[in-house]
């Protein structure tokens, strides 16, 4: 009769186990060899490396999109209107108004400064570190409603209004110098006198200032 072999374990299927794989490790790397990493390291390691390149392609991107928010936070300056559709034949939207002295789209503060020196030369006198009144939401919330009113009235000649802005942005009141029909002067008092302004600055405080306006009109 057989007996079993004490250094060889029984397995239900009859067959024994593989002598397990010896190996001499020496840190120091004289001799001997490394011992393989466990298969989960190794799936650790690759997944902390896609989860670097997620993060760093995330990142330029995020910083990507952020450049480009900030490029068009600053609208480029428009010197012209132009109807909102081109006319029955052309495929060319024709200018309403323009070219004008400074942008029609921007505030007074994102004008740049030959732009602001251009509007200053309408004053006798701008000091140094002083700012005139202006449409707060810039020169196209007051022309627009004049070029709407010029599209029923048709009139042909020279605008000229004068508004005085007190140091809260508001009119306190409006002058007409000239204008080409007394219809266009009613409406051009009226936007100006609506629109809410920047009001001047006068070594460092608000204060009173006359806002000018001048337009010619033509039928083409």
């Not at 690759?46 to 490029?71: I, N």
């Not at 009226?190 to 009109?217: H, I, N, S, W």
């Amino acid at each position: 009769m057989a007996r079993p072999n004490p250094s060889v374990e029984a397995r239900p299927n009859g067959k024994a186990p593989r002598p397990p794989t010896r190996c001499a490790y020496h840190p120091s790397g004289e001799r001997g060899t490394s011992p393989p990493a466990p298969h989960h390291l190794e799936r650790k390691a690759a997944l902390k490396a896609a989860m670097s390149t997620l993060v760093l392609r995330t990142a330029t991107c995020c910083a990507f999109f952020t450049l480009a928010v900030g490029v068009q936070a600053q609208p480029r300056p428009e010197y012209v209107i132009k109807e909102d559709l081109p006319r029955l034949g052309s495929l060319l939207r024709r200018e309403m108004v323009g070219p004008t002295q400074v942008p029609v789209n921007l505030p007074y503060g994102q004008l740049s400064p030959k732009d602001k020196a251009t509007f200053h030369a309408n004053y006798e006198r701008i000091a140094d570190g002083d700012e005139p009144p202006f449409p707060r939401d810039g020169l196209r919330a007051v022309l627009n409603p004049i070029i709407q009113a010029q599209a029923e009235l048709l009139v042909e000649g020279d605008l000229s209004l004068i508004a005085t802005i007190g140091p809260d942005g508001k009119v306190i009141a409006v002058k007409a110098i000239g204008s080409p029909s007394p219809e266009m002067t009613r409406i051009a008092a009226q936007v100006l006198a609506f629109t809410p302004y920047k009001p001047a600055v006068c070594a460092g405080e608000p204060c009173t200032m006359d806002f000018p306006l001048r337009l010619k009109f033509r039928l083409d």
